[in-house]
């Protein structure tokens, strides 16, 4: 989770980036098995995700992107398996895995026309976060690793093409603020900031059939080998 919060961690968070102070938090999750084994697993699940709030952070001029771009990306990347210093592979997230399997089972997932849209407050909603979460990382999973996505150029374009468009809109609207005396208006960055979020998605999903893309990532998702549950 992103938290502009000093002190104590945001409820039910493993892990926080702290933009107002500039601070990466979180803790040590090590387990240990029946036999004595040591995992760090779920610690760096964490460092990962919060690591790339870090990045956007900067990044985008300090601009959140839609909470699925945000999130799920940040879930994306905590699959990574790094050995001697060198990126293995990126592999399906196992705190998501199966939330997002059940929901999809169950239709209990939110339709990508309205999630693509989704402003924190609406992705935090306490009744569905969880979902939203697990939906958010599996849509960045299906559009970066799947080979249906890799042979059609206007989902393989999504991506990139919000993040583009996400920088430049904002970037462009800034420069306008600063024109009008209005850079430290906190109200009109507000606005600008709304309005480069809806130029990204505008842009992104130019062409695509959201329909026939939700079916296709259901499809991908549900194929994903199951971790075993813990």
Same mark, same amino acid.
């Given at each position: 989770?992103?938290?502009?919060?000093?002190?104590?961690?945001?409820?039910?968070?493993?892990?926080?980036?702290?933009?107002?102070?500039?601070?990466?938090?979180?803790?040590?999750?090590?387990?240990?098995?029946?036999?004595?084994?040591?995992?760090?697993?779920?610690?760096?699940?964490?460092?990962?995700?919060?690591?790339?709030?870090?990045?956007?952070?900067?990044?985008?001029?300090?601009?959140?992107?839609?909470?699925?771009?945000?999130?799920?990306?940040?879930?994306?990347?905590?699959?990574?398996?790094?050995?001697?210093?060198?990126?293995? !592979?990126?592999?399906?997230?196992?705190?998501? $895995?199966?939330?997002? #399997?059940? @929901? %999809?089972? +169950?239709?209990?997932?939110?339709?990508?026309?309205?999630?693509?849209?989704?402003?924190?407050?609406?992705?935090?909603?306490?009744?569905?976060?969880?979902?939203?979460?697990?939906?958010?990382?599996?849509?960045?999973?299906?559009?970066?690793?799947?080979?249906?996505?890799?042979?059609?150029?206007?989902?393989?374009?999504?991506?990139?093409?919000?993040?583009?468009?996400?920088?430049?809109?904002?970037?462009?609207?800034?420069?306008?603020?600063?024109?009008?005396?209005?850079?430290?208006? !906190?109200?009109?960055?507000?606005?600008?900031? $709304?309005?480069?979020? #809806?130029? @990204? %998605?505008? +842009?992104?999903?130019?062409?695509?059939?959201?329909?026939?893309?939700?079916?296709?990532?259901?499809?991908?998702?549900?194929?994903?080998?199951?971790?075993?549950?813990?």
């Amino acid at each position: 989770t992103t938290a502009p919060c000093k002190g104590d961690s945001p409820p039910r968070s493993a892990g926080y980036w702290n933009w107002v102070d500039e601070e990466l938090v979180f803790y040590d999750a090590e387990v240990v098995d029946k036999n004595h084994q040591r995992s760090d697993a779920d610690t760096f699940i964490v460092l990962y995700h919060e690591a790339f709030h870090q990045y956007i952070h900067y990044s985008t001029g300090e601009l959140p992107p839609h909470s699925w771009f945000n999130e799920g990306t940040g879930d994306y990347f905590s699959g990574s398996v790094i050995k001697d210093g060198r990126l293995q !592979k990126i592999g399906p997230n196992p705190w998501r $895995l199966h939330t997002i #399997k059940d @929901a %999809i089972r +169950a239709n209990a997932f939110v339709p990508w026309k309205q999630m693509i849209e989704y402003e924190q407050p609406q992705y935090y909603a306490p009744a569905i976060v969880h979902v939203c979460y697990a939906q958010g990382w599996s849509m960045i999973y299906f559009l970066r690793k799947s080979e249906v996505v890799e042979k059609r150029p206007e989902w393989k374009k999504i991506l990139p093409t919000y993040f583009d468009t996400l920088k430049s809109a904002y970037g462009d609207k800034l420069v306008e603020l600063d024109v009008l005396g209005k850079k430290d208006d !906190k109200d009109a960055k507000g606005k600008a900031g $709304l309005e480069a979020r #809806k130029a @990204a %998605i505008e +842009a992104a999903f130019k062409d695509v059939d959201l329909d026939e893309l939700e079916e296709a990532w259901k499809t991908f998702t549900l194929a994903i080998e199951d971790f075993k549950r813990r």
